[in-house]
């Protein structure tokens, strides 16, 4: 039986907005709106969804680089929420992220030996020998030469640097990779490298991967299981071939038929929503997707939709299946 | 066949830049018809923006410069026209769209404003006459509350219905030939279905032939008759979207449909063409795929390919297409992996 090596418990992130002469709070915005969900040891999660979700805030959230509101992260049966920052520091090791733009999550100003080497000394490593030894093997393994090690980022292109990103996720060998957004800054030819490169790490080094992006050919590719955020919210999250073959929310549903696929023979029952992604900052009452669902009812305005599970393993909040 | 509306002949851009030429359009030709989507393929630098920026003069200059070749509308060789031409010809005959609709519309003016700016530009008609078609076009591109919205700035809408507004803006002329460069790339997935369903039911109805410049597959497949890919500054392919999708002859796309993750379809591996998009550069000997290319042999690298022909309008630039390979000698050994199979 597998164990989780994350869980997530009601997790809330909301930003201020101050205004009037005094810069008191005005109002919320609610990016991540009570949020719960394991990952389990050597699995990767997708997390699906439209811009404004809140899915980049969620993975954040968990590392702490945007202090969660409310809530509970547990990182192997411990809560990070709670822990200093020397303890935190250190514990960061095993909790790395990979970021969305390779253009502006390196610095331009340092060689890829020092973007590579930096977490290394950070851990503890303050032997510059031993750090450049360990440089150059990860940009082996990462399927750049160890020659690249004096080069600056501006002299490779977005998959080569979306390569070094990666590499230095890596240096500490990690248990828990954030992957936010990793390959939609890249062109198709190059996805498909760094998507493989990335399962062959996966199983190289028994990585567990939270996986977050807008793609949902890639996030169904990619992952073990998928969660759905809508305004906030996880309002499905389910075994990927369960989800993708039997959508239970019709957000979900809307948003699978959506996707143009490349095959002209290709039938697809198109759900064409209405409408535009409300605003966090004032949320509809009740569930949040009830001013675009094509299955409103009357108790959708009011009550709102409790987060369970439907089918074995298959979680959705809608409701229909209450 | 119905007419052609939009020819493009050789077309050659350049670009001058400090560390040499650049020629980002290499020889490009295709043709497009009356009331026909053809969509132009590629990855980022394979000169699909700069083939449409060109078809209306729009090319940057300095450093940019259509160095030869024709685009012939409706018979007129509009790459050489004179400005004042060309001012009639965008907008009225030719419109185009863009990707981020927000760097395209003014933050200063009311969509209103911008909209009567446009009509009255071409049209003679009054001011109260061209707010009225504004209206009528909002009306058409789907917003809701359009003699609202007419007063409203660009800020106040969402990235959806900046783009309705973009396209309200291209078809209030009624043009003969809409240029739509990655008209939903910048949207999310339901906001990009209600686009392409529109842009779809403008194409049917008002008869407007679309040029869509995307490098998304699934949109291609949504929306063209035609498709033209393009590498590296040149067409590889061109063909029929079933052709292209479910038939391609060229390596290179062939390579790009089988690294395509299926939303569909189960498999445990992505296939992965490897090595990067090369730079367009003036001293490219051989084919410009030719170093990714798992079928290149000698000649690849040694002379560029020409574009030959496999039936009507069904092209690849592949010298596993041209007749003379089949008798020389020396040649390319096709084994049980024959990417003509």
Request: proline content about 6%; charged content about 25%; overall charge negative.
């Amino acid at each position: 039986m597998t164990k989780p090596i994350l869980e997530v418990n009601n997790l809330k992130k909301y930003f201020e907005i101050k205004g009037g002469v005094f810069g008191k709070t005005v109002a919320e915005v609610k990016a991540v709106d009570d949020v719960s969900f394991t990952v389990n040891e050597g699995e990767i999660l997708g997390i699906v969804g439209e811009s404004g979700c809140g899915k980049s805030t969620t993975g954040k959230a968990i590392l702490r680089l945007l202090e969660p509101t409310e809530g509970e992260v547990k990182f192997e049966d411990q809560d990070i929420t709670k822990l200093g920052p020397e303890e935190m520091r250190k514990l960061r090791r095993h909790m790395q992220i990979i970021f969305q733009d390779p253009y502006a999550s390196l610095n331009p100003r340092h060689t890829v030996e020092k973007i590579v080497g930096e977490p290394l000394l950070v851990h503890g490593m303050t032997s510059a020998k031993e750090r450049k030894d360990r440089v150059q093997e990860l940009l082996e393994v990462v399927g750049l030469r160890a020659f690249h090690a004096s080069k600056y980022p501006h002299q490779f292109s977005g998959g080569q640097r979306q390569r070094i990103g990666i590499a230095r996720a890596l240096a500490n060998n990690p248990k828990l990779i954030i992957c936010d957004e990793p390959v939609s800054a890249l062109d198709v030819s190059v996805q498909s490298q760094i998507l493989n490169l990335m399962e062959d790490l996966r199983q190289e080094f028994n990585l567990t991967y939270v996986f977050i992006a807008h793609d949902l050919s890639v996030v169904k590719h990619i992952s073990d299981r998928v969660g759905v955020m809508y305004l906030g919210k996880m309002v499905e999250l389910a075994d990927k071939d369960e989800i993708y073959e039997n959508p239970k929310h019709p957000y979900t549903q809307a948003l699978l038929s959506a996707v143009p696929v490349a095959d002209p023979d290709a039938q697809i029952d198109r759900v064409i929503l209405e409408g535009d992604v409300p605003s966090p900052s004032n949320p509809p009452s009740g569930c949040p997707f009830h001013t675009r669902c094509p299955k409103v009812m009357d108790i959708c305005k009011e009550v709102k939709p409790v987060f369970q599970e439907d089918e074995e393993q298959h979680y959705v909040a809608c409701h229909l299946y209450e | 066949m119905s007419d052609v509306i939009l020819e493009l002949n050789e077309l050659h851009t350049h670009f001058f830049t400090d560390s040499g030429e650049v020629p980002a359009v290499d020889g490009v030709s295709f043709k497009l018809h009356k009331g026909e989507v053809v969509g132009v393929v590629g990855e980022s630098g394979c000169g699909k923006s700069v083939t449409s920026l060109s078809v209306m003069q729009l090319v940057p200059n300095p450093p940019g410069r259509i160095v030869s070749g024709e685009v012939n509308f409706k018979g007129e060789n509009i790459a050489v026209a004179r400005e004042k031409r060309m001012k009639e010809i965008r907008g009225n005959e030719i419109a185009m769209i863009f990707q981020e609709p927000m760097t395209s519309l003014n933050p200063v003016y009311s969509i209103g404003n911008q909209l009567i700016e446009a009509v009255r530009m071409h049209k003679k008609v009054s001011k109260k006459e061209a707010r009225n078609k504004a209206i009528e076009m909002l009306e058409i591109v789907g917003i809701p509350r359009p003699s609202e919205v007419v007063d409203e700035f660009p800020h106040q809408l969402s990235g959806g219905m900046r783009q309705r507004v973009m396209i309200a803006m291209a078809m209030s002329c009624d043009p003969e030939v809409l240029i739509a460069d990655e008209p939903t790339t910048a949207l999310d997935v339901t906001i990009q279905a209600q686009i392409l369903d529109l842009m779809r039911n403008l194409n049917k109805e008002q008869d407007t032939a679309i040029l869509l410049i995307t490098h998304d597959l699934g949109v291609v497949a949504e929306m063209c008759d035609r498709v033209v890919v393009m590498y590296s500054g040149q067409v590889v392919e061109e063909g029929t979207v079933r052709e292209i999708l479910k038939d391609p002859k060229h390596p290179y796309t062939k390579g790009l449909i089988r690294s395509l993750p299926k939303l569909y379809e189960k498999e445990q591996k992505l296939y992965s063409i490897p090595g990067t998009v090369p730079k367009p550069s003036m001293d490219h000997v051989g084919c410009r795929f030719a170093p990714r290319c798992e079928f290149a042999w000698d000649r690849c690298v040694e002379e560029n390919p020409d574009l030959y022909e496999l039936g009507a309008e069904r092209k690849a630039r592949c010298f596993l297409y041209d007749e003379k390979e089949k008798v020389t000698e020396g040649g390319p050994q096709y084994d049980e992996a024959d990417p003509r199979g």
